[in-house]
């Protein structure tokens, strides 16, 4: 079968967050100390969280195409081993890794 199943999805799904943790936490930090700062105004605040969501979407776009990724690298990787065809770029990719 050339479909992961269910738990490997699951574990390629915490390490790819475990990976951008440390993204998600700076850009956490970064807002909360932009917020503590006194006299901010209420513009500022506002930019301060539009900058945070958007580095968010980032992160987790990040992720869903990190994901997408590998699930399709571990799906030709399946392929290629039972013996079936597979794209001549992800076998000049293979190579290139070689």
Known sequence: DIEPDEEWKARLKRSIEEGLQSMVED??????ESLRQTGISDEDRDRFKADYAHIMRNV?????ESYHAELERERNERRWAAGIPV???WTHALQQEQ
């Open 60 to 64: 987790r776009k990040l992720a869903t």
């Open 87 to 89: 794209s001549s770029g």
């Open 27 to 32: 850009a956490k930090d970064n807002l909360e």
